[in-house]
């Protein structure tokens, strides 16, 4: 059973009655045998943003994780990325529902300075490319069929013909993602280069990103999506759930590839908190973490759960899209054209495969493609990309709430790599076929045709 805010009783309602419109309160009782920290702050806000990742935040409110964990916790949607990140630092927010690519871009300088840290992935895959109707028909007779439907995945290399045509007539093709230092930037980018087509550099005097572009990248929020690409401002865009199955269900565009298929198994979005938050709030800190890694488990242990988490999500206060456009893709399918539903059991994944675990090597590959693409303007040694990712994720914080919990009997101790280094291994599953080694990152990136190497620069 999920709450409303407003059956609960008296003294927690009060609690969160000064929080913005759209927030949710959560009192500080505990549940019965729990085995609650004493709380260092009387209260929590934790911003995120409406999208399908935002799960684990919200299961673990309804289903009163956090209370078991002695955390008064209130949810707060926020407008963009920015605006939740600017919160973050400046301390109106305790810590958020972030892409994985802040952390790292907030530390190293580029945007906003800032050290952030995470000590928790939210889930593998989840994201999709979606281009218009017009596009898309512009594409197809390019495509291979089989049993009457299109092939997949799908390649760039179909889109290269469009983009060259438009090019030939001296018109822009034009894109939107949702941040600079996000992970739908990135998998845009590496879909593109891997078809041939340029996404374009940063540099240090032009942080639009567009420089030798064949494709013009630009931020549109998630939510604005499909009315941007209807309005006709962009073409399409990559972006998460569930913006691209809005596009299918408003009958205004195809999405033509999911992350899944760019990386299997790509780690997406990551809880973040600021370094001096950490190191004040140490244990409620462990606390958090283990609500999240029950909400992870939970998401993950059946369907009737994510039927449930469905329809958590789609009240307003959270998501606020409509059932069935949330649970084409949360429900083990994903809708390309219309009417073409396949199943994609692992297009979101919360707890399988190690999926909230931070790993090193996921924060390198991040930092790998801000080096691809000019946001990290030098070359740096493969000493340096370590050093980092070990300065932003905390796998000591996530085990010290993994083990707490496998003591507690709510997680079994296979389900966390206790004896992991940080670092996943060689990596397949690339669209392109290259082969991904964290520990090997200036390798990793001259094995494109496509982006910076070595000692280049834009």
């Known amino acids: ?21 759209g927030s949710t309160a959560l009192g500080l009782s505990t549940a019965a045998g729990a085995k609650a920290v004493v709380p260092e702050k009387e209260a929590l806000k934790f911003g995120f943003i409406k999208l399908t990742d935002c799960a684990p935040l919200v299961v673990a409110y309804e289903k009163r994780y956090f209370e078991d964990e002695g955390l008064n916790v209130t949810l707060e949607a926020q407008a963009n990325w920015k605006v939740l990140l600017d919160r973050v630092i400046d301390g109106q927010l305790d810590g958020a529902h972030m892409l994985a690519g802040q952390p ?6 580029f945007g906003t300075k800032a050290d952030i840290v995470t000590a928790f992935s939210m889930d593998l895959n989840g994201n999709g490319i979606t281009v218009s109707n017009a596009v898309w028909a512009e594409m197809k007779p390019h495509l291979s069929m089989e049993g009457g439907r299109v092939q997949h995945p799908i390649k760039a290399d179909a889109l290269k013909k469009v983009v060259d045509k438009r090019k030939s007539q001296g018109k822009p093709f034009k894109m939107g993602m949702v941040f600079p230092v996000s992970t739908h930037n990135y998998e845009l980018r590496y879909w593109l280069a891997a078809g041939g087509l340029h996404p374009g550099y940063y540099t240090a005097s032009d942080t639009s990103g567009t420089k030798g572009a064949d494709v013009l990248l630009s931020v549109t929020p998630p939510p604005q999506m499909p009315s941007t690409m209807e309005a006709g401002t962009i ?32 780690p997406e979005k990551v809880f973040g908190v600021t370094r001096a938050w950490a190191d004040k709030y140490p244990k409620m800190h462990v606390a958090v973490v283990k609500a999240l890694i029950r909400a992870c488990q939970w ?13 958590m999500l789609s009240k307003s206060q959270y998501v606020g899209a409509d059932e069935a456009v949330i649970g084409n893709s949360m429900t083990g399918t994903f809708e390309y054209e219309k009417g073409d539903k396949r199943p ?6 919360f707890f399988r495969y190690f999926a909230t675990y931070p790993f090193y090597s996921d924060a390198i590959w991040y930092l790998t493609q801000m080096r691809r693409w000019g946001q990290i303007t030098e ?13 932003v994720y905390l796998p000591a914080v996530y085990m010290q709430a993994a083990q707490a919990l496998i ?17 996943k291994g060689p990596q397949d599953g690339f669209i392109d076929g290259v082969v991904y080694d964290g520990r090997k990152p200036n390798e990793y990136l001259g094995k494109f045709k496509i982006g910076l190497k070595a000692k280049e620069a834009v």
């Open 1 to 21: 059973m999920t709450r409303d805010a407003h059956s609960l009783p008296r003294r927690r309602f009060v609690a969160g009655a000064t929080a913005l419109a």
């Open 104 to 109: 790292l871009g907030a530390t190293i300088g």
């Open 235 to 266: 073409d399409g865009y990559c972006v998460g759930e569930p913006w691209n199955q809005q596009a299918v269900a408003k009958g205004i565009g195809v999405p033509v590839i999911t992350d899944l298929e760019i990386w299997k198994n790509n």
């Open 299 to 311: 998401l993950d242990a059946s369907m009737a759960n994510r039927v449930e988490a469905v329809k």
């Open 344 to 349: 994609l059991p692992d297009f979101n994944v």
């Open 379 to 391: 070359s740096k040694p493969d000493a340096w990309y370590v050093e980092v990712a070990k300065k």
């Open 407 to 423: 003591a507690e009997g709510k997680l079994k101790a296979s389900d966390v790599p206790a004896k992991s280094d940080g670092f």
